[in-house]
């Protein structure tokens, strides 16, 4: 049988000034109808070039398709002129981030029209019915109101769900979702690729699924394609595949995927006659509403949270998108301020004295933010970050700044000739690393990590959940550790906080709460993480309990 899509030594230069680089090397790959095609590898592997190639989107001038085919239920399209109505029409493709692709100032029933006036010819009242009518498949509760709102008034998931709705609106063949589900909570993640798997069953879809999350794959594909440097180094059916892979890379990608049995987790310290470095007493933050010169109620972000974190531990703080997890790292940084309650660093309370409270907190106290390339200051070297951190900080002789960098470099595993690199010409796990580096440099006690990891391939994953590890045992760091990656908090952190619209609903030894959670929302998120057992269902183990609780 005739495969839907067939890709065959499919490769791609870049050519600029005489200099000529392969970035994709004689790729053949083939797609079925009806078929989910997992396509995994780390940052850079080629992944979403190959399917940018497809439908005829190269992001540079430089590149070049430079050899190969690509067949459309056998008739080539690779340099077809008539590429403008396939892509879109027969090919629809689902971007990693909605908020850079879908427009901010165009309502969102405006932009599924568009795509049903150019390609189905559908106008006015049929357009708005077919529209609301997607929007309703694609599971929002209120598709009228969905259809009249903006982007940026849609949560992650929900803008999620509007780019998957733009993508049928010419009701393709094939879909490619570029890692749909990358930066998402686990719940949110799973509801997505159920949603996925519905709408190839209702319509036939063939989906090409990239993604670094070999969990994800081994729940929703049927065949799974290994992608490196360019290269693919192997593909085959998935339970085949993830029973006996065949290349050595394949086997390391296994190895590096976060599994909910406990590794080398630290055991809780005891607190003896220590005092907390962090004490919390009933905490509230709240946002102001109403926007620029208008009334609002506003919003609590945080409600009578108390939490104590004692000095060597190591403490996970999960939960959804809006939980508050974030805001509550930002409050314990003295970067918002308490609507009521307290917050103490070692004993001291900010509110009271309170610049010389934060000067203290910041001296011992560092962060490492989710972005590592927004992070850090584009126009400098990552010599010149360190040391800037390190004259401010005022504990390294200027004689020993350019060796005290070093010593950073290698304690985060970078090579010493990374200090004159700026950050545009690392890898986001080789900035993750410098970012670490520059919060080491204050030489803290505590470390806050906000979602430092959750963009990142699993093989990076694990390097720096290794690292964390190992700097939390060798200099006694306390780590408090933010992320919806449940799989990674359970293998480093020996407590878990779980957060639920502004407040903790559970809190306790690691391996109690995930092998024993006492509530059905915790147990709602731990069934959610997406298993590399391709024989475990989707969303496996939520009870009607669970579910209420989750989206009440």
């Not at 008034?153 to 979702?177: K, V, Y």
């Not at 060798?474 to 619209?501: E, S, Y």
Request: with cysteine.
């Amino acid at each position: 049988m005739t495969p839907l899509l067939s890709i065959t030594e499919l490769s791609v230069a870049f050519r600029q000034n005489g200099i000529e680089r392969l970035l994709l090397d004689r790729i053949s790959l083939q797609l079925g109808k009806g078929e989910i095609l997992g396509l995994v590898g780390e940052s850079g592997s080629g992944k979403s070039l190959l399917c940018r190639t497809v439908i005829g989107l190269l992001p540079s001038r430089n590149l070049q398709v430079c050899g190969g085919s690509v067949r459309l239920e056998g008739s080539e399209i690779l340099r077809d002129a008539a590429i403008d109505k396939i892509r879109g029409r027969r090919i629809g493709m689902i971007f990693q981030n909605p908020s850079s692709h879908l427009d901010p100032v165009m309502r969102i029933g405006r932009q599924i029209c568009e795509g049903l006036a150019l390609h189905r010819g559908l106008r006015g009242r049929a357009a708005r019915c077919e529209a609301i009518t997607l929007l309703d498949q694609v599971g929002f509760p209120d598709p009228a109101a969905a259809f009249a709102s903006y982007a940026h008034e849609f949560s992650g998931g929900m803008r999620q769900r509007a780019m998957i709705a733009i993508a049928l609106a010419c009701d393709p063949e094939i879909l490619i979702a570029d890692e749909p589900t990358t930066a998402l909570d686990v719940t949110i993640q799973a509801q997505i690729l159920r949603l996925l798997m519905d709408l190839r069953a209702a319509r036939g879809l063939s989906i090409i699924l990239i993604t670094h999350d070999l969990g994800v794959v081994a729940q929703t594909c049927d065949r799974i394609a290994v992608m490196r440097h360019g290269r693919l180094v192997e593909q085959g059916e998935k339970r085949a595949l993830l029973a006996a892979p065949g290349h050595p890379y394949t086997r390391e990608l296994i190895a590096s995927h976060p599994a909910l049995t406990s590794g080398d987790v630290p055991p809780l310290p005891s607190h003896g006659h220590a005092r907390p470095i962090f004490e919390v007493n009933d905490l509230e933050v709240a946002y102001p509403g109403g926007g620029f010169l208008r009334r609002g109620t506003g919003f609590r972000a945080l409600r009578g949270v108390s939490l104590q974190i004692w000095p060597g531990e190591t403490v996970g703080i999960v939960g959804e998108s809006g939980s508050g997890k974030s805001t509550l790292a930002r409050t314990l940084m003295g970067l918002i301020p308490a609507s009521a309650g307290s917050v103490a660093h070692d004993g001291e309370v900010l509110t009271l004295r309170h610049m010389a409270a934060l000067r203290r907190l910041r001296a011992e106290v560092a962060m490492v933010f989710q972005d590592p390339f927004n992070s850090l200051n584009p126009r400098k070297t990552i010599g010149e970050t360190l040391a800037e951190v390190l004259r401010s900080r005022g504990l390294t002789e200027p004689k020993r700044v350019s060796a005290r960098i070093d010593e950073l470099l290698d304690m985060v595993g970078l090579e010493r000739s990374f200090a004159s690199r700026r950050p545009r010409s690392l890898s986001g796990g080789q900035c993750q690393r410098a970012g670490i580096a520059r919060a080491l440099a204050v030489e803290p006690r505590v470390i806050i990590a906000d979602e430092c990891v959750a963009a990142l391939d699993v093989t990076i994953q694990s390097q720096i959940v290794a690292l964390f590890r190992k700097l939390a045992a060798q200099h006694g760091l306390t780590l408090i550790f933010i992320a919806h990656d449940l799989a990674i908090v359970r293998n480093l952190c020996a407590r878990t906080v779980v957060m639920h619209r502004g407040e903790i609903v559970e809190d306790g030894p690691s391996a109690a709460v995930f092998d024993h959670p006492a509530r059905d929302y915790t147990a709602a998120l731990i069934a959610a993480i997406p298993d590399i057992d391709p024989d475990r269902p989707m969303n496996g183990g939520l009870s009607p309990t669970s579910q209420r609780e989750l989206t009440t």
